[in-house]
């Protein structure tokens, strides 16, 4: 398991946030709305949250745990937020795999993904919770159409969310050779899918972060990008 962050050109702090445990083995990555005060309380509120709920919770994580780690991360981030004329809220993508290690579970708020690498097959585990993706969706307008970049950024779930939406949680399958990315948009909306795919194939899941954060820089760097990559090995 491996993570890293980068600026990117646009702004003059990270507002992407991240825990790699590697021990457990559990990740998470948030992503702040925008560039103030707000954005970066909100990733230092929902990440050290969610991550303290796991530990806690080891070694009967599961989905009621998840839940009420999710919970947690909505009451933490509308507390950091209170009294604040700033926009307070992040994504939240998280990977915990169960003691037995053949099971996992993904849990999502907002537009950071979650990919798996299977048999060199790259898939999308996680639903963007964004306008243009229910847009794309239902027909509503083309994909690479103004409208669709418009509501790119117009997200109906995140932690800070007056309504405290329920996070996506998904019971996904970890098989030996498996590999998982999380990232931030930073990533995923710049680097694409062949050149995402080859760096997954990397042996070092390092090297492949590396790689990952080279070419969101070298499309334009145009956003903070984090990613973390973990492998699946057989157990010894």
Known sequence: MAGGSVIGSRYRDNYDVLHVDPTLPFAVVADGMG?????????AAAVPTFAALVREAWLEVGADQLRTAADAVQSAVLEA????????????????????GSRGWVVQLGDSRAYRLRNDLLELITTDHTIAWL?????????DSPAAARARYQLTRYAGHPAAPEADLLAVTVRPGDTWLLCTDGVSDQVSYHVMQEALIRPEPADAVRTLLRAALDAGGADNASAVVVRAWPAS
Do not use: K, M
């Open 35 to 43: 560039d103030g005060a707000g954005s970066r309380r909100a990733g």
């Open 135 to 143: 847009g794309v969706l239902h027909g509503w307008y083309p994909a």
């Open 81 to 100: 937020g209170r009294g604040s004329p700033q926009l307070t809220g992040c994504t939240l993508t998280g990977l915990v795999v169960e003691p037995e």
